[in-house]
């Protein structure tokens, strides 16, 4: 699965959009991004996935550049119940293996 | 529909001891994979298992093992214990269904065993 890179902390207003930048460029054509958020020491939650149309569901949507060599993903209204580590991963569609390779993703603050 | 559970939850035990861990995939849910967090090493694939078939393998010592049972429910097993297992493990769960096209398995995990080794 391609690396993925991600700034390592960032902070957000409470109330305002987020936007978590994810840079994939070795992405390959059959790989999907998703975005998973662990707050702390709790086991990580789905959020969001897309392959290359810009996806949107209750908790985020996703935007992916038309080369697909990054994305980002966007917390609309910001609250502090997101203060979580984001982690941005790809991983190819139908692989025999069903592996997840976390990096050590962006940790952010929402502040009130 | 329930998540994934895990149990227990938390976990103290001494070097050399070994210990069991268990989890239940969401209901219908085949594939189930495990995974090590620590402070240093992070999110860690550990196995992934699959109509009771181990399927896939991550960079861990034979210490570590695992098992899957016939109602997808699954088991790992750590032998002689290290102060470095200390760690959550993390069990996840996807359908895995047999798909041809379209969406990839999503995975979806559970709340984790916090295992202290003493």
């Given at each position: 699965d391609a690396k993925t890179t991600q700034p390592p902390s960032m902070d957000c207003a409470e109330g305002r959009a987020a936007n978590l930048p994810c840079n994939h460029?070795?992405?390959?054509?059959?790989e999907y991004v998703y975005w998973y958020r662990q707050i702390h020491s709790q086991g990580p939650q789905y959020i969001i996935h897309g392959l290359k149309n810009n996806e949107t569901n209750e908790m985020a949507s996703l935007i992916i550049t038309e080369d697909r060599k990054s994305s980002t993903l966007i917390l609309p209204h910001a609250t502090l119940r997101d203060t979580a580590v984001y982690y941005c991963i790809v991983r190819v569609w139908g692989a025999a293996g069903n592996k997840l390779t976390f990096g050590g993703g962006t940790r952010v603050l929402v502040k009130p | 529909k329930a998540g994934v559970t895990q149990t227990p939850r938390y976990l103290i035990k001494t070097r050399g001891q070994q210990v069991t861990l268990s989890c239940s995939p969401i209901s219908g849910h085949r594939s189930v994979s495990w995974y090590q967090q620590t402070p240093g090493q992070g999110l860690q694939f550990l196995f992934e298992y699959f109509s009771e078939t181990q399927r896939n393998k991550g960079n861990?010592?034979?210490r570590f093992s695992g098992r899957q049972f016939s109602n997808s429910r699954s088991e790992m097993n750590v032998s002689t214990?290290?102060?470095?297992?200390s760690a959550l493990y993390l069990c996840a769960s996807s359908l895995?269904?047999?798909?041809?096209?379209g969406d990839t398995d999503t995975q979806y995990f559970g709340p984790g065993t916090r295992l202290t080794v003493l």
């Amino acid at each position: 699965d391609a690396k993925t890179t991600q700034p390592p902390s960032m902070d957000c207003a409470e109330g305002r959009a987020a936007n978590l930048p994810c840079n994939h460029s070795t992405i390959s054509g059959n790989e999907y991004v998703y975005w998973y958020r662990q707050i702390h020491s709790q086991g990580p939650q789905y959020i969001i996935h897309g392959l290359k149309n810009n996806e949107t569901n209750e908790m985020a949507s996703l935007i992916i550049t038309e080369d697909r060599k990054s994305s980002t993903l966007i917390l609309p209204h910001a609250t502090l119940r997101d203060t979580a580590v984001y982690y941005c991963i790809v991983r190819v569609w139908g692989a025999a293996g069903n592996k997840l390779t976390f990096g050590g993703g962006t940790r952010v603050l929402v502040k009130p | 529909k329930a998540g994934v559970t895990q149990t227990p939850r938390y976990l103290i035990k001494t070097r050399g001891q070994q210990v069991t861990l268990s989890c239940s995939p969401i209901s219908g849910h085949r594939s189930v994979s495990w995974y090590q967090q620590t402070p240093g090493q992070g999110l860690q694939f550990l196995f992934e298992y699959f109509s009771e078939t181990q399927r896939n393998k991550g960079n861990f010592p034979g210490r570590f093992s695992g098992r899957q049972f016939s109602n997808s429910r699954s088991e790992m097993n750590v032998s002689t214990l290290e102060l470095g297992d200390s760690a959550l493990y993390l069990c996840a769960s996807s359908l895995k269904s047999p798909r041809t096209s379209g969406d990839t398995d999503t995975q979806y995990f559970g709340p984790g065993t916090r295992l202290t080794v003493l």
